[in-house]
């Protein structure tokens, strides 16, 4: 069954304490953005996200050295998955998987501006998420998250797990979810910049379940 | 004159700010470490960084991508000098660098796990500053900065600021000097986790006037 991550980024703390009083248990995964953790740091996010009972919890840490020091503070201060550039060197890599795979933890490998020759080289790392990452600062807008999926599949079709993100709506979540591929679906603005993002949350659940 | 840039790094932030009020005035750029930005966020470590009066401030941000707004808050919470991966986007490094020039501010281009093809792509970035970073993670310990600078500087004769950290010590430092390439040595450990940072810092800046 494919997972929804929603990602919380660029809030104050009382916004995302509300956030994830509201998302626990509604979404698979709860992803504390990258944002978060720069402006307030880990320190001051673990007690809100001890808050978190039922949802599982990713912190977007987006590793790129210092492997060790940042996956300890990470999976300690809560989080379930943990976030590495793909674009590290392959000793920070093979740190943070160690480590992840003898806490019983997990973790997510961002492509963000890798060739695939640098993929083909982090394949080893089966236990991993491969995360299909859409930069937010691209100037080209029209990336489509299922066509991305099937494209990187076709090259990489011994990579198991797949998660895929960037500008995904609740028609592509479906289509998404219908390809079979993925194993997750990371969602933000679509979901936390709506009105009515618990109903909205709700809506993307519904569709690919 | 080549300048000296004490990295503080994995200390509580009562430390932070002992060591940050020591310092200050003492060595040319006081750097924020990647740990104390994750471990507690940008807004906590402002008001500490605001007692900062004579040395420059760099935050170690590691911006990998949302990079405007990372550079926004990072240079409103008191930087004169943030850092971006070299291994971001193009789009990623060109926000930041239009951002940093625009303000009339610095930035580092951090130059961790990426080939020469790539710093070839970011040479127009002339007024950034180059760092030659040697991974904390390598299991490759024998990094000489000295040769590594030589070497840079014989690929890319034509990039002027260059930065270069790695288990600087004062006999590098004195080298690194007359050498007259690099415009900073970054220095963490053999200065911080010294029993007495402050004389060994000025230690380092007498070899190096």
Known sequence: ?????????????????NSVIKLDGIVDVIEVGTSLIKDYGMDSLKSIVSRI???EVLFDLKTIDEGTYEFEKGFTAGADTLTVMASSSIDTIEQVYALTVNQEKKMLIDLLAVNDEKIEELRQFDKA???????HDNKN???DAVK???QFHNNFPNIKNIAVAGGIDIEQASRLAKQRIVERIIVGGKIMNNETPVEMAKKFMEVIK
Not at 7 to 15: P, Q, Y
Not at 129 to 135: K, V
């Open 1 to 17: 069954m494919m997972k929804l991550q929603v990602a919380i980024d660029r809030v104050t703390l009382e916004e995302f304490q």
């Open 148 to 150: 991305a999926v099937e």
């Open 129 to 135: 998420i491969f995360g299909l990452h859409y930069s």
């Open 141 to 143: 807008q029209d990336f």
């Open 53 to 55: 009972k039922q949802s």
